[in-house]
């Protein structure tokens, strides 16, 4: 039950990030608009939703006394609770604070964001991933992300016209203006 519940969250927030557009923002500011959207995404449930929520899971030493904090919890009535992480880069810390969170019976999701070649964790952490294009940034400050719509990075249509037979061309081609070019 858990496990399905999770993969239909998983897919309900990837299909809600799809939507999420921006241009050239720094990589801070990419992080806090996709927490934006899953906070979003969370209170359209009717979910209470807290950002920066204490973990479970201690900070490492010497700050050990302290709770590591997660980016994104959520508690909904009708289920356990939903914990999300958003990170630009694949983390052990990450890893290890979304287990324990699925140790003590949440539903662990990491939104994994940037130009691709995303490592999986491993389970029960069900991975979202939100696919950003970068370049260097113009002012020379390191880079810059952007997003379009889904719609806008589907393939092209292709041309119904049939194409018939192509007479082969012989090459390389003769130059321009001698006999035999058609000029």
């Not at 906070?39 to 939703?49: I, M, T, Y």
């Not at 810390?93 to 490592?119: C, N, P, Q, S, Y």
């Not at 192509?166 to 090459?171: C, P």
């Amino acid at each position: 039950m858990v496990d399905e519940d999770g993969e239909r969250l998983a897919a309900s927030l990837t299909d809600r990030l799809d939507a999420v557009t921006f241009a050239d923002l720094t990589t801070d500011q990419v992080t806090a608009r996709l927490i934006d959207a899953v906070v979003d995404w969370a209170g359209e449930r009717g979910w209470r939703v807290y950002r920066r929520a204490s973990s479970v899971l201690p900070l490492p030493p010497p700050m050990s006394a302290q709770q590591s904090v997660l980016d994104v919890a959520c508690a909904r009535p009708d289920g356990p609770p939903v914990v999300v992480e958003v990170d630009h880069g694949t983390r052990r810390r990450t890893w290890e604070k979304l287990l324990a969170e699925a140790d003590a019976g949440r539903i662990a999701l990491w939104v994994r964001w940037g130009a691709g070649r995303f490592t999986a964790p491993p389970p029960p952490i069900r991975m979202v991933t939100c696919e950003v294009g970068r370049r260097p940034d113009p002012t020379g400050q390191g880079r810059v992300h952007s997003r379009s719509p889904r719609a806008d990075r589907l393939p092209p249509e292709h041309s119904a016209v049939r194409v018939e037979t192509v007479a082969a061309v012989e090459l390389p081609l003769p130059p321009s203006g001698s006999p035999g070019d058609g000029a």
